[in-house]
Nanobody, 124 residues
């Protein structure tokens, strides 16, 4: 299983950015996938999760009004649409895959596979 995250970059405060994460090495249409992020000097934190069907999503409270998560099941790909970006959103964003089809976790311990991360830098 491999997860390939992409879409990061340098943007200005208030801009939007869309991250993608493509999973390969199997079919994961029944599995939850999530985004986490790690800012410089801080621990990795939960951002959002989407169920295998795409019908259920959860967000961290600080991001739920600005971020949306979606998935293309046929492409084994999830997306994170980030709007109204703030400098405090600067972080490496990681996607993750949970092999347990019955779980919708918000803790990183629930996820067995991780992408390599994509850096998002938001300038003020």
């Amino acid at each position: 299983v491999q997860l390939q995250a992409s879409g990061g970059g340098l943007v200005q405060a208030g801009d939007s950015l869309r991250l993608s994460c493509a999973a390969s090495g199997g079919t994961f249409s029944e599995n939850a996938m999530a985004w986490f992020r790690q800012a410089p000097g801080k621990e990795r934190e939960f951002v959002a999760v989407i169920s295998g069907s795409g019908g259920t999503t959860y967000f961290a409270d600080s991001m739920k009004d600005r971020f949306t998560i979606s998935r293309d099941r046929a492409k084994n790909t999830i997306y994170l649409q980030m709007n109204s970006l703030k400098p405090e959103d600067t972080a490496v964003y990681y996607c993750a895959l949970d092999l347990d089809p019955l779980r919708l976790g918000t803790s990183e311990v629930a996820y067995e596979y991780w992408g390599q991360g994509t850096l998002v830098t938001v300038s003020s």
